[in-house]
Protein backbone atom coordinates (compact mmCIF):
# COMPACT_ATOMS: atom_id res chain seq x y z
CA UNK A 1 0.00 0.00 0.00
CA UNK A 2 1.51 3.20 -0.82
CA UNK A 3 0.28 5.40 1.95
CA UNK A 4 1.37 9.74 2.53
CA UNK A 5 4.77 9.62 4.01
CA UNK A 6 5.24 12.49 6.68
CA UNK A 7 7.12 14.00 9.18
CA UNK A 8 5.81 16.73 11.37
CA UNK A 9 7.07 18.90 14.10
CA UNK A 10 5.68 19.61 17.15
CA UNK A 11 7.29 22.69 19.07
CA UNK A 12 5.20 22.54 22.14
CA UNK A 13 5.56 25.92 23.91
CA UNK A 14 9.21 26.19 23.02
CA UNK A 15 10.96 28.92 20.74
CA UNK A 16 10.08 32.76 21.28
CA UNK A 17 9.70 34.42 17.94
CA UNK A 18 12.90 35.01 16.78
CA UNK A 19 13.82 31.88 17.24
CA UNK A 20 11.05 30.09 15.48
CA UNK A 21 11.66 32.40 12.50
CA UNK A 22 15.01 31.22 12.16
CA UNK A 23 14.14 27.72 13.10
CA UNK A 24 11.93 27.33 9.95
CA UNK A 25 14.18 29.21 7.69
CA UNK A 26 16.74 26.75 8.71
CA UNK A 27 14.67 23.99 7.74
CA UNK A 28 13.95 25.18 4.27
CA UNK A 29 17.38 26.28 3.38
CA UNK A 30 18.33 22.62 4.04
CA UNK A 31 15.27 21.00 3.03
CA UNK A 32 15.96 20.04 -0.63
CA UNK A 33 14.82 17.67 -2.48
CA UNK A 34 12.66 15.39 -0.64
CA UNK A 35 10.50 13.57 -3.65
CA UNK A 36 6.56 12.69 -2.01
CA UNK A 37 7.54 13.15 1.74
CA UNK A 38 5.53 15.63 3.61
CA UNK A 39 6.57 17.69 6.20
CA UNK A 40 4.57 19.76 9.14
CA UNK A 41 5.74 22.18 11.68
CA UNK A 42 3.09 22.71 14.14
CA UNK A 43 4.81 26.04 16.10
CA UNK A 44 3.43 27.89 19.02
CA UNK A 45 0.21 29.60 17.94
CA UNK A 46 1.08 33.44 18.10
CA UNK A 47 3.83 33.07 15.77
CA UNK A 48 2.27 30.92 13.24
CA UNK A 49 0.62 33.95 10.79
CA UNK A 50 4.32 34.65 10.24
CA UNK A 51 5.17 31.27 9.43
CA UNK A 52 2.87 30.39 7.75
CA UNK A 53 3.58 33.36 5.12
CA UNK A 54 7.37 31.90 5.08
CA UNK A 55 6.19 28.45 4.27
CA UNK A 56 3.76 29.47 1.24
CA UNK A 57 4.82 28.07 -1.98
CA UNK A 58 7.08 25.99 -0.55
CA UNK A 59 7.16 22.13 0.98
CA UNK A 60 6.68 22.73 4.48
CA UNK A 61 2.61 23.23 5.76
CA UNK A 62 1.82 24.22 8.90
CA UNK A 63 -0.22 23.66 11.99
CA UNK A 64 -1.58 24.74 14.67
CA UNK A 65 -0.85 22.79 18.12
CA UNK A 66 -4.31 23.34 19.96
CA UNK A 67 -8.29 25.12 19.54
CA UNK A 68 -11.36 24.70 21.12
CA UNK A 69 -14.08 23.27 19.42
CA UNK A 70 -16.67 26.28 20.05
CA UNK A 71 -17.20 29.14 17.01
CA UNK A 72 -16.45 31.89 19.41
CA UNK A 73 -17.80 33.28 23.60
CA UNK A 74 -16.46 33.96 26.44
CA UNK A 75 -13.74 31.18 26.31
CA UNK A 76 -10.75 33.43 27.79
CA UNK A 77 -7.47 32.31 26.31
CA UNK A 78 -8.79 29.84 24.25
CA UNK A 79 -8.70 29.90 19.73
CA UNK A 80 -11.78 29.26 17.89
CA UNK A 81 -11.65 26.63 14.89
CA UNK A 82 -12.56 29.69 12.99
CA UNK A 83 -9.22 31.95 13.82
CA UNK A 84 -7.37 29.00 12.83
CA UNK A 85 -8.58 28.47 9.48
CA UNK A 86 -8.31 32.43 9.41
CA UNK A 87 -4.71 32.22 9.42
CA UNK A 88 -4.77 29.97 6.42
CA UNK A 89 -3.67 26.63 8.76
CA UNK A 90 -4.21 23.09 7.41
CA UNK A 91 -3.85 21.17 10.13
CA UNK A 92 -4.77 21.07 13.50
CA UNK A 93 -2.87 18.78 16.66
CA UNK A 94 -5.87 17.18 18.53
CA UNK A 95 -5.86 15.11 21.66
CA UNK A 96 -1.94 14.58 22.00
CA UNK A 97 -1.08 13.32 25.62
CA UNK A 98 0.07 16.81 26.92
CA UNK A 99 -3.23 17.96 26.36
CA UNK A 100 -5.11 14.98 27.69
CA UNK A 101 -3.30 14.37 30.95
CA UNK A 102 -1.71 17.70 31.45
CA UNK A 103 -4.66 19.88 30.86
CA UNK A 104 -7.18 17.32 31.85
CA UNK A 105 -8.68 16.86 28.03
CA UNK A 106 -11.10 14.09 27.41
CA UNK A 107 -12.41 11.43 24.43
CA UNK A 108 -15.02 13.59 24.28
CA UNK A 109 -13.32 16.91 23.93
CA UNK A 110 -11.36 15.13 21.47
CA UNK A 111 -14.03 14.08 19.47
CA UNK A 112 -15.83 17.73 19.62
CA UNK A 113 -12.41 19.10 18.43
CA UNK A 114 -12.02 16.77 15.63
CA UNK A 115 -16.31 17.78 14.62
CA UNK A 116 -14.97 21.60 14.60
CA UNK A 117 -12.06 20.98 12.57
CA UNK A 118 -14.16 19.25 10.28
CA UNK A 119 -16.58 21.92 9.83
CA UNK A 120 -13.43 24.62 9.05
CA UNK A 121 -12.04 22.21 6.29
CA UNK A 122 -8.93 21.72 8.59
CA UNK A 123 -7.14 18.18 8.67
CA UNK A 124 -6.69 17.09 11.78
CA UNK A 125 -3.81 14.74 12.99
CA UNK A 126 -5.62 13.12 15.80
CA UNK A 127 -3.14 11.37 18.91
CA UNK A 128 -3.74 8.90 20.86
CA UNK A 129 -0.94 6.54 22.99
CA UNK A 130 -1.13 5.23 26.70
CA UNK A 131 0.08 5.82 29.51
CA UNK A 132 3.02 3.53 31.60
CA UNK A 133 0.97 2.20 34.09
CA UNK A 134 -1.48 1.08 31.95
CA UNK A 135 1.27 -0.18 29.47
CA UNK A 136 2.35 -2.57 32.21
CA UNK A 137 -1.29 -3.46 33.39
CA UNK A 138 -1.04 -4.97 29.79
CA UNK A 139 -4.10 -2.54 28.74
CA UNK A 140 -2.14 -0.79 25.66
CA UNK A 141 -4.52 -2.06 23.07
CA UNK A 142 -7.38 -1.22 25.15
CA UNK A 143 -6.89 2.19 25.85
CA UNK A 144 -6.01 2.53 22.35
CA UNK A 145 -9.55 0.81 20.95
CA UNK A 146 -11.42 3.31 23.28
CA UNK A 147 -9.21 6.85 22.47
CA UNK A 148 -9.72 5.80 18.90
CA UNK A 149 -13.82 4.40 18.94
CA UNK A 150 -14.55 7.39 20.54
CA UNK A 151 -12.16 9.99 18.62
CA UNK A 152 -13.68 9.07 15.29
CA UNK A 153 -17.30 7.80 16.66
CA UNK A 154 -19.18 11.06 14.20
CA UNK A 155 -16.59 10.88 11.74
CA UNK A 156 -17.56 9.53 8.37
CA UNK A 157 -15.64 7.32 5.95
CA UNK A 158 -15.53 10.14 3.51
CA UNK A 159 -14.27 12.88 6.08
CA UNK A 160 -11.67 9.95 7.37
CA UNK A 161 -9.93 10.35 4.24
CA UNK A 162 -8.17 13.49 5.42
CA UNK A 163 -7.28 12.17 9.05
CA UNK A 164 -4.07 11.74 9.96
CA UNK A 165 -3.53 9.10 13.32
CA UNK A 166 -0.37 9.69 15.40
CA UNK A 167 0.57 6.82 17.90
CA UNK A 168 2.37 8.28 20.44
CA UNK A 169 3.02 5.88 23.92
CA UNK A 170 3.01 8.63 26.44
CA UNK A 171 6.29 6.37 28.29
CA UNK A 172 8.08 7.31 25.51
CA UNK A 173 7.43 10.91 25.06
CA UNK A 174 10.27 13.45 26.11
CA UNK A 175 11.57 10.26 28.15
CA UNK A 176 14.72 9.33 26.13
CA UNK A 177 12.40 5.79 25.64
CA UNK A 178 10.85 4.71 22.53
CA UNK A 179 8.97 1.66 21.21
CA UNK A 180 11.04 -0.80 19.61
CA UNK A 181 10.39 -0.99 15.51
CA UNK A 182 8.51 -4.10 16.16
CA UNK A 183 6.42 -2.97 19.15
CA UNK A 184 5.46 0.06 17.27
CA UNK A 185 4.69 -1.29 14.18
CA UNK A 186 2.71 -4.20 16.25
CA UNK A 187 0.26 -1.05 17.49
CA UNK A 188 -0.42 0.57 14.11
CA UNK A 189 -1.39 -3.05 12.86
CA UNK A 190 -3.97 -2.95 15.58
CA UNK A 191 -4.76 0.85 14.81
CA UNK A 192 -5.98 -0.44 11.12
CA UNK A 193 -7.99 -3.45 12.55
CA UNK A 194 -9.97 -1.04 14.78
CA UNK A 195 -10.30 0.99 11.82
CA UNK A 196 -11.33 -1.77 9.40
CA UNK A 197 -13.72 -2.62 11.89
CA UNK A 198 -15.41 0.99 12.32
CA UNK A 199 -15.06 1.60 8.74
CA UNK A 200 -13.59 -1.20 6.09
CA UNK A 201 -10.13 -2.72 5.07
CA UNK A 202 -9.96 0.20 1.99
CA UNK A 203 -9.64 2.84 4.53
CA UNK A 204 -7.38 1.15 7.34
CA UNK A 205 -4.72 0.43 4.72
CA UNK A 206 -4.51 4.08 3.10
CA UNK A 207 -5.50 6.21 6.66
CA UNK A 208 -2.09 7.40 7.32
CA UNK A 209 -0.42 6.44 11.02
CA UNK A 210 2.85 8.06 12.42
CA UNK A 211 5.31 7.12 15.60
CA UNK A 212 5.62 9.77 18.06
CA UNK A 213 7.97 9.12 20.77
CA UNK A 214 11.73 10.56 21.71
CA UNK A 215 11.89 9.99 17.58
CA UNK A 216 16.14 11.27 17.01
CA UNK A 217 18.37 10.95 13.49
CA UNK A 218 19.59 7.68 15.64
CA UNK A 219 16.24 5.86 15.38
CA UNK A 220 14.40 6.75 12.31
CA UNK A 221 16.03 4.16 10.06
CA UNK A 222 14.39 1.21 11.75
CA UNK A 223 11.34 3.06 12.62
CA UNK A 224 10.67 4.33 8.70
CA UNK A 225 11.37 0.50 7.84
CA UNK A 226 8.22 -0.86 9.42
CA UNK A 227 5.35 -1.49 7.29
CA UNK A 228 2.69 0.47 8.83
CA UNK A 229 5.29 3.12 10.47
CA UNK A 230 3.88 6.21 7.74
CA UNK A 231 6.48 9.08 9.00
CA UNK A 232 6.45 10.30 12.27
CA UNK A 233 5.52 13.23 15.01
CA UNK A 234 8.77 14.29 15.93
CA UNK A 235 8.77 16.72 19.51
CA UNK A 236 12.75 17.61 20.82
CA UNK A 237 14.30 16.73 17.85
CA UNK A 238 12.18 19.05 15.62
CA UNK A 239 13.50 22.51 17.54
CA UNK A 240 17.03 22.12 15.74
CA UNK A 241 17.08 22.25 12.19
CA UNK A 242 19.67 20.42 11.51
CA UNK A 243 18.11 17.52 13.66
CA UNK A 244 14.76 17.56 12.49
CA UNK A 245 15.86 17.20 8.25
CA UNK A 246 18.51 14.57 9.53
CA UNK A 247 15.23 12.53 10.98
CA UNK A 248 13.34 13.45 7.77
CA UNK A 249 16.47 12.64 5.05
CA UNK A 250 17.39 9.03 7.06
CA UNK A 251 14.51 7.69 6.79
CA UNK A 252 14.06 4.65 4.56
Known amino acids: MNRREIFAGNWKMNNC ?111 VGELLEEREAGNSNQVVKRQIEKAFNEVSLEKMQDVIIAYEPVWAIGTGKVATPDGADSMHKFIRTILKGMYNEELSNSIPVLYGGSVKPDNIAGLSNMEDIDGVLVGGASLKAKSFLDIIHNSQ
Open 17 to 127: YKDSIDLVKGILKDLGGIGKKEVIVFPPSLYVKDIVEICKGTSIDVGIQNMYYEKEGAFTGEISPEMVKDVEVKYILIGHSERRHVFGETDDDVSRKISAAFEFQLMPVVC
